[in-house]
């Protein structure tokens, strides 16, 4: 008897997306010896929204052509997606999705990403996403995030 592995395409599996692409920007960036863009609220959306045909190859090369327009200082995650697509028009989408799961995939990025440019500075973290700080410790406890993973 064979065992019979059943993988969700990448645009059914939301907090994944952003954090491979954060992964895999960090691991592009390390190769090309350059910083780490950094994801804004409306380009995390993008990303979610995004219908990935290409499954992770095409996050993959989003990725690494976006840490090359960060080195350049140009361009924009938008632009990339659509360039894969030129044909598409911007997808809206939940997938059958509930909203929570899309709200909890941003709000984890947006930790994370706010914990890494401060370097795990909590006070730091607290004021740039007014948070008191007992609701700050809920988020990473609940999103598995280590203070000690930033320093």
């Known amino acids: 008897a064979a065992l019979r592995i059943t993988v969700p395409p990448l645009r059914q599996r939301g907090e994944d997306i952003l954090v491979l692409f954060t992964r895999l920007s960090e691991e592009f960036a390390d190769e090309y010896g350059c910083e780490t863009p950094q994801v804004s609220a409306q380009e995390a959306a993008q990303l979610l ?52 799961e899309y709200v909890e995939a941003f709000e984890r990025m947006l930790i994370d990403n706010t914990m890494r440019r401060h370097k795990g500075s909590i006070a730091s973290v607290m004021e740039e996403l007014c948070l008191p700080r007992r609701t700050l410790n809920e988020k990473m406890a609940k999103y598995a995030l280590q203070r000690s993973d930033y320093l």
Do not use: F
């Open 49 to 100: 929204q995004a219908p990935w045909p290409g499954n992770v190859r095409q996050l993959i090369n989003v990725a690494e052509r976006a840490v090359l327009q960060s080195r350049r200082g140009s361009g924009s995650i938008a632009s990339l997606l659509m360039s894969d697509h030129e044909e598409m028009q911007p997808v809206m989408t939940t997938d059958g999705k509930p909203l929570k």
